[in-house]
């Protein structure tokens, strides 16, 4: 089993940052297929940003150019970097891993809530 541990999350002003942190425990053999998902109020669960099996990273055309995903391999940790946020970035953001050939999704954090003020 594995578990994700999301961090980070708050309220922040308009053209503010905040950076997320998921951890993640058990029985890992790669952090490769992590990823960032969101999903706000009466919305559905959206990509934000994930790592690709050829390692490289795709995000979401809302977000592209503001925030940044990153990894820590060695202490099974992703980021995301999120700048210059606003308004319609509040949601819930959930960490998930999955394998990168079949994106089988292995578990889901809990979420951490992002709100953004105007």
């Known amino acids: 089993q594995v578990q994700l541990v999301e961090s980070g999350g708050g309220l922040v002003q308009a053209g503010g940052s905040l950076r997320l942190s998921c951890a993640a425990s058990?029985?890992?053999?790669?952090?490769?297929?992590m990823g960032w998902y969101r999903q706000a109020p009466g919305k559905e669960r959206e990509l934000v940003a994930q790592?690709?099996?050829?390692?490289?990273?795709n995000y979401a055309a809302s977000v592209k150019g503001r925030f940044t995903i990153s990894r820590d391999n060695a202490k099974n940790m992703v980021y995301l970097q999120m700048n210059s946020l606003k308004p319609e970035d509040t949601a819930v953001y959930y960490c998930?891993?999955?394998?990168?050939?079949?994106?089988?999704?292995?578990?889901w954090g809990q979420g951490t809530q992002v709100t953004v003020s105007s």
């Open positions: 790592f690709t099996s050829s390692g490289s990273t």
């Open positions: 058990g029985r890992i053999f790669s952090i490769n297929g």
């Open positions: 998930n891993l999955r394998n990168v050939w079949t994106n089988y999704v292995y578990s």
